[in-house]
């Protein structure tokens, strides 16, 4: 049986802080006195220094800057390498850049999701695990597949422990997010549990499951369970199978 904490914490993200304090040898001196060989002879008294030097800090970037680049490429592979190629502050700690699932035939629905799981900071790819395979089941139930369903994440590489991303964080990688948006002009986009509701509608789990909400550039944004979630609390699968019902009439109504 799941907890409340543990269902509160897929729910909502994990909200914890890991801190890497970098640590710096200080100058450590070994004096040697003078004194006399065996043959009478001195040597000369020599002080020996280690010294490794401080860790820099790293630059700060500022988001006008990010707008900036996002506006740079010309269609959503560039941007990809773009954002390969970003020195975000989450990337050093991650094993890879985890980038847009770019739908081959897109059918005007666009997904956009949290942090990358674990699986997917190994792979480089989104929705890898369990949490995919589930995924790709939902998405065939209403006759769809990552062929013609594009899937962005809030950023693209895995925090620390996969803790909820900082403010600042997010800050600096929703330009991409954004522009992505711009090239894929979705009719319709599923947000992936309580992170990317708030961000991308400024809607709320539980209480938002399966609405529909329109935002301000008129596109209608449905917020879901994220599939981590499913897999923890199986009952609520019947709901989520309705709202994919339902988005499945808003994309053919929309294309008439």
């Known amino acids: 049986m799941v907890s409340d904490d543990l269902r509160d914490l897929v729910l909502s993200g994990v909200k914890w802080e890991l801190i890497d304090i970098p640590m710096v040898l200080m100058p450590k001196q070994t004096e040697i006195k003078d004194k006399n060989d065996d043959t ?43 954002i390969a190629e970003f020195n975000h502050p989450l990337k050093a700690g ?3 850049v985890v980038l847009a699932n770019i739908a ?5 629905l666009v997904i956009v999701t949290d942090v990358p ?9 989104l929705f890898s695990g369990a949490a995919g395979d589930l995924l790709d089941k939902m998405l065939n139930a209403v006759g769809m597949s990552r062929e013609n369903v594009s899937i962005v994440p809030l950023v693209f590489w895995r925090t620390p422990g996969g803790r909820t991303p900082s403010r600042d964080e997010l800050d600096l990688a929703r330009p991409f997010v954004e522009r992505f948006l711009e090239f894929l002009m979705p009719r319709v986009i599923i947000t992936f549990g309580s992170l990317a509701t708030k961000e991308i509608s400024g809607g709320n789990l539980p209480r938002d499951h399966g609405n529909v909400l329109s935002l301000e550039s008129g596109v209608i944004c449905v917020p879901l369970y994220h599939p981590n979630y499913l897999i923890l609390k199986p009952t609520v699968k019947r709901d989520v199978w309705i709202a994919l019902q339902n988005i499945q009439n808003l994309l053919k109504n929309s294309n008439e």
Do not use: H, Q
């Open 117 to 125: 799981s674990g699986e997917d900071d190994v792979s480089g790819k």
């Open 94 to 96: 991650a094993t890879n």
């Open 104 to 108: 081959k035939k897109p059918n005007g």
């Open 40 to 82: 009478g002879n001195a040597f000369v008294a020599r002080t020996l220094t280690s010294i490794v030097p401080p860790i820099a800090p790293a630059v700060p970037i500022s988001v006008d800057t990010v707008i900036s680049m996002a506006a740079r490429p010309n269609d959503v592979e560039a941007l990809n390498r773009l």
